[in-house]
């Protein structure tokens, strides 16, 4: 029985994730070849096939299979020994690296952290941005939509706690511009004679609630209208607001509610989103998490207020 060379665990956890050489090796920052090399070798020394070469990347064998769930665990477990041991969990210091959607990121949660900064100069902030599934083995805390523990990317058998930080609904949006040059609608069905802008593909999909603006007030979903202009950016749909390009439905987080958009048919709103702060249960006991999840539902309580 040959032993498994447990440095080659995280290379081969990368590419199996990824699916791809090329990607896994710009995520380790290593060249393509000698990643290829070192999985080969990995390969070698177990005497088995671990990934199947196609056109589009690679995709593991059932003794990928095997090996890629015990990777798994253990680099989750070597993670989170690492964050334990190294931080000092009665102490505001050291880093925090928060895994969060483009949109919230960067249009909420950055504005937001000024105070907090200011006031713990010794706890350092790392922000990712993912617009796919959110995977926790890469932060301490998730700031997203609720996550079901079925697809939570580390092992069912580690807890996940999940604080409410507040509800944003969605509404309908469009700029003093647009609503001068083509009228504003007042009633749903009014929506049939106007220019709508919507996500190109699915969001919201943990609530099961995609393009609301495409079927308000016009019956069934055989009846949807076609949007105007469609984009895969929430970024890209409030701009194409401001620029006056059509009616768009979104979620009313401060930077929408205090721009130049009016809202539209204020009396109708969409459904509620709420965000959480997402974290292990290992990590329930630090100090410099707590003090942030305090901090920001601060700030958040004056938002629902507000509304």
């Avoid at 290593?30 to 199947?52: A, C, H, M, R, W």
């Avoid at 019956?219 to 620029?243: C, T, V, W």
């Avoid at 929408?256 to 709103?269: A, D, G, M």
């Avoid at 959480?276 to 707590?290: G, P």
Wanted: aromatic share 12%; proline share 5%.
């Amino acid at each position: 029985m040959r032993p498994i060379d447990l440095s080659k665990l995280r290379p081969f956890y990368m590419v199996a994730r990824e699916g791809s050489m090329n990607k896994a090796a710009a995520k380790l920052n290593v060249s393509q070849p000698s990643l290829s090399i070192l999985i080969g070798d990995l390969e070698y020394n177990l005497k088995t096939q671990l990934f199947e070469r196609l056109p589009t990347g690679v995709r593991l064998t059932a003794q990928g299979e095997r090996l890629y769930a015990f990777a798994e665990k253990m680099l989750q477990q070597a993670e989170s020994f690492e964050r334990v041991f190294y931080e000092k969990e009665d102490q505001a210091t050291g880093e925090i690296k928060i895994i969060t959607t483009p949109f919230v990121g960067s249009e909420w949660l950055v504005p937001s952290l000024d105070e907090f900064l200011n006031k713990y100069p010794d706890i350092r902030i790392k922000i990712m941005l993912s617009s796919e599934n959110i995977n926790l083995t890469e932060a301490d805390i998730a700031i997203c939509t609720f996550i079901p523990q079925h697809l939570l990317s580390v092992s069912k058998s580690q807890h996940l706690i999940q604080k409410r930080l507040f509800d944003a609904r969605i509404r309908l949006f469009a700029s003093p511009s647009y609503l001068e040059k083509y009228g504003t609608p007042y009633i749903p069905e009014d929506l049939d004679n106007h220019y709508l802008i919507a996500y190109k593909d699915n969001y919201y999909t943990s609530l099961g609630s995609t393009n609301w603006v495409l079927n308000l007030g016009a019956g069934d979903g055989n009846n949807s209208r076609q949007p105007y202009f469609e984009i895969n950016s929430l970024h890209g749909m409030f701009n194409a607001a401001l620029k006056g390009y059509g009616i768009v439905e979104l979620p009313d987080y401060p930077i929408i509610t205090e721009s130049k958009l009016v809202e539209v048919l204020p009396n109708i709103q969409g459904e509620v989103i709420p965000l959480y702060f997402s974290f292990l249960e290992n990590r329930r006991n630090s100090k410099k998490l707590m003090l942030l999840f305090n901090y920001l539902q601060g700030k958040t309580k004056s938002v629902n207020i507000e509304k």
